[in-house]
């Protein structure tokens, strides 16, 4: 669907367009159903009050919008910034907002966006189907999904990571240096459709290259108590290694080895997801899984401009990225083996 | 100034409105005098070629840009947060952009604002006076400076941290548990004026609250090199605490404490700048020196969404935000006091 004009509005309302801008301006006198009408015709049509957003695919505006959830996660930080310098390399301005994970915020900023000149959008869907993800796809605006995508919406061309890969190298690097219990800690209260799904590849791939009883999984939220609980349950196991799936809950945890005077990489090893600056200068320095933000970055930014320059419809890619593991200090050989 | 059109370019110019236009579209046949002409009335006017531009002053979008330097940044990224959190609770969207430290991104993403429909604008801005925010200024748009001003342009509002309250309260402290000679990390390679303003508020506290021999001032970039060294020479001039201007050293001098077997806050104590979250999960937790982040964005959304509001032109009002010093476990007893 093209931008709906005032025109369709006054149209399907059967009244004036005077009418339908002085309403929606809070002007003139009508009664509240006239009122009710035509507002309730606005949200059916999608139509954004000001006659200006029809520019928006008529004129090139050399600008994109980006939505991610919370720039102040290092992840969705380095994502942003990979994109932006993608992007203004190609000559192309950035406009971000963030939906602080919360589906109403997501779908504000994109009304926002969409009354602005932008060329097309880069976002980071939140939750399931939204209106405001509806009205992007339904504007026909140049549209990429990065890092999750939404259910039953994939016309929309994505690129997200994939966990297998970093996971397997890295338990099979821990497996080599003679770790025969590897501890996983989740964080399934984030309700993170990703990190849920390290938890799942971890217990298929420990399963595979350790055994049954390779995989020892724990979970733990943002509290002390249950982190203490985790890293406790971890060590009763006899784990000499653990992976965290949350990186914020590594460096928490590591903290707590420091506490009882355990060294990292020689008592328990420790790899975390993501690639964050505190785990290059800890000491030693934390081994990571790579989501590959910068990759991930660029191929987003590919797509989207592939389709901003497209003459006809593209279908739909849905790539995904692996993860690669990057061995570090905090890795060693298992206290068994030495 | 307001808006200049494409009519006050053509006037200016001695050319038809067509003939502007069909320029600036690379269009039509015109001599390369003409079109040279036109692209330099263009700039002089700071000329947006859309004539939606013109709206940005007329209508109210409930839309406010936000320019930062970068996101990566944690200090950045608390901010634009807080800011942006105090925005939409006032039905306010925020498009976000970054300088990347770079006064020409800058200037590009101001361009691009001054394209879309704003309200107004909140900058931390780069390096002294630039072209860009020239245009800012001259197009009359409410805007406000915070974390750091202009040289020279103290006709725009802003709201600045203040180093020296958090800086006395963290020396007397020290000096109440028994320090004597305090370190300084600074970091004079940034070239920021925020973090050496710190510096010459620590000589100048220092001095006066520990005597002349109490501040041992070492200065480190980001080399791990040139962190080591810095340690050493404030261990060799037998300090017993030591505060980091810059919050990335303080993170890296606490591994490599850790590699030399001294406990933080035992054999050495440490302060940082900046409320970051790795901050509060290391173990001991840093003791921090905080500019109050969530109060600067909020004072500069007041002061913006007043200019906003304003009939007549206000009075620019330069606020500074005290810092605050937040005492944790890096900090404790001198070892001599013990």
Tied chains: 1, 2.
Excluded: W
């Amino acid at each position: 669907m093209a931008f709906a004009t005032i025109r369709d509005v006054a149209q399907k309302a059967g009244v004036s367009i005077t009418a339908v801008s002085q309403i929606l301006h809070g002007k003139g006198r009508f009664s509240d159903e006239t009122k009710a009408l035509v507002r309730k015709t606005v949200d059916e049509l999608g139509y954004v009050p000001d006659s200006r957003a029809q520019g928006i695919r008529l004129s090139e505006s050399r600008t994109v919008g980006l939505l991610v959830p919370d720039i102040r996660n290092p992840f969705f930080a380095d994502l942003v910034s990979s994109m932006e310098e993608q992007l203004y390399e190609k000559g192309y301005s950035t406009l971000i907002g963030t939906s602080a994970e919360d589906v109403q915020r997501q779908d504000a900023f994109i009304t926002t966006l969409l009354g602005q000149r932008i060329d097309g959008a880069i976002v980071v869907p939140e939750g399931a189907d939204s209106p405001g993800i509806r009205s992007l796809i339904d504007r026909d605006l140049p549209l990429v999904f990065v890092d999750r995508t939404v259910e039953g919406l994939d016309t929309v061309p994505s690129v997200v990571s994939d966990p297998y890969p970093g996971i397997e190298s890295a338990v099979d690097t821990l497996r080599q240096l003679g770790h025969r219990r590897v501890g996983f800690v989740a964080h399934s209260s984030l309700g993170s459709v990703n990190v849920n799904e390290r938890e799942t590849a971890f217990r298929a791939i420990a399963g595979e290259l350790l055994g049954e009883d390779g995989a020892v999984v724990v979970d733990c939220d943002n509290s002390s108590r249950s982190r203490k609980d985790a890293l406790m349950a971890l060590l009763a196991e006899d784990a000499t290694a653990m992976l965290c799936a949350y990186s914020p809950d590594a460096i928490a945890l590591i903290g707590l080895l420091h506490d009882r005077g355990m060294d990292v990489g020689e008592d328990l090893s420790v790899v975390s997801f993501d690639d964050i600056d505190a785990f290059r200068l800890m000491s030693p320095q934390v081994a990571i899984i790579s989501q590959q933000t910068a990759d991930m970055g660029r191929q987003g930014v590919e797509m989207l401009l592939a389709r901003i320059g497209a003459k006809r419809k593209r279908r739909a890619e849905n790539r995904r990225i692996p993860t690669v593991f990057v061995q570090r200090g905090s890795v060693g050989v298992a206290p068994q083996a030495r």
